[in-house]
């Protein structure tokens, strides 16, 4: 039994936005797109299913994959087929959130791609480390067992499919599923993607489902600035990226949040206090205490013993740092020095 883990176990937070309903936020000239039934190819139910996916343009949120694509790799060669509700950082529920207000289209959604993939197994998987949320996480949905995983972050797919049996298994975003049984049942394309918006300068933090292509800063107003941030993050708040122009940065498939702050702490220039945290926890065991350092006295040429090319890009040792630096921008710009 291993004395440590690499990475860090993160403790998710999902109110205020988690206990409020999804708000559909979407539109109305692109919300009505149909897939044209005529093209479906001829080909049984399973190639229906893969073209309706084709047409419908349904991409998987987690990764921004066809879902099309995943469904011609699954065919008649998979042994189960599992939802994907993990959302690997705090404050964010743009996958858990639509698994519970649309239980009926995920069930949907995964036994379209049972039938895909001639299997009859099928799951779900959400985080257990859940501190502060009033929704209860069910122990099935519509009959479908819900498994609970745990890990440390960064965590990967293949640590949390240790949960399940073993065998050739298809994982599909539960936002996916959820478009792929809209596409079935109402010819409806994909033009909308699932985001959790918060921060301490929004208003009224929730989940929004919202037009792909709507600006960040429409996506803002609609939840309301308490306070203008300084700064706007499309992500999580561990890899999310700091935008600059909230009006001309569109949504896309794969924005999983918006996260809008304000701290002044960002700009008061604190200094390393050498705790070691960020050493203790980087999950590929550098030192990012010391890159930072020689980044910041511009003695890149020293860093050849610190190895910051095995850096995975997690955020964690800027996450954890009590001082708020931004130890993660100094060990990727010595990655690539």
């Not at 040429?301 to 995975?312: E, V």
Request: glycine fraction near 10%; hydrophobic fraction near 35%; charge should be neutral.
């Amino acid at each position: 039994m291993p004395i440590f883990q690499k990475g860090l176990v993160l403790e998710q937070h999902k109110e205020p936005a988690m206990s409020g309903p999804i708000i559909r936020f979407v539109n109305p000239q692109s919300d009505h797109q149909e897939i044209e039934i005529t093209k479906l190819a001829a080909g049984g139910e399973q190639q229906a299913i893969i073209e309706v996916a084709r047409l419908a343009e349904i991409v998987d949120e987690r990764d921004g994959r066809p879902l099309y694509k995943m469904l011609e790799r699954a065919l008649d060669s998979t042994d189960m087929v599992i939802a994907d509700a993990v959302d690997d950082e705090p404050y964010i529920s743009s996958r858990l959130g639509p698994l519970l207000a649309f239980r009926e289209d995920v069930a949907a959604g995964l036994d379209l791609c049972c039938r895909v993939g001639s299997c009859e197994q099928k799951g779900i998987m959400a985080y257990k480390m859940i501190a502060d949320t009033e929704t209860r996480i069910p122990r099935s949905i519509e009959g479908i067992r819900v498994t609970k995983v745990r890990g440390g972050y960064p965590t990967t797919q293949q640590t949390r499919l240790k949960n399940f049996p073993e065998g050739k298994k298809l994982v599909v975003g539960a936002g996916a599923l959820i478009h792929l049984a809209r596409a079935v049942r109402l010819r409806k394309v994909q033009t909308s993607t699932f985001v959790t918006v918060a921060g301490n300068c929004i208003t009224n933090p929730m989940n929004l489902e919202v037009s792909v292509g709507m600006t960040v800063m429409q996506v803002l107003e609609r939840c309301g600035l308490s306070e203008t941030p300084t700064r706007i993050v499309c992500g999580g708040s561990m890899t999310g990226i700091a935008i600059i122009d909230a009006e001309h940065t569109g949504v896309t498939y794969t924005t999983k949040a918006i996260l809008a702050v304000r701290e002044d702490k960002w700009d008061m220039h604190y200094n390393c206090i050498s705790c070691g945290r960020c050493v203790q926890l980087c999950p590929a065991g550098l030192n990012p205490m010391y890159i930072h350092r020689l980044m910041g006295r511009g003695r890149a040429a020293g860093l050849g013993d610190y190895d910051p090319q095995l850096c995975i890009g997690c955020g964690t040792c800027s996450y954890i740092c009590p001082s708020k630096l931004e130890v993660a921008d100094s060990v990727r710009r010595a990655k690539g020095s």
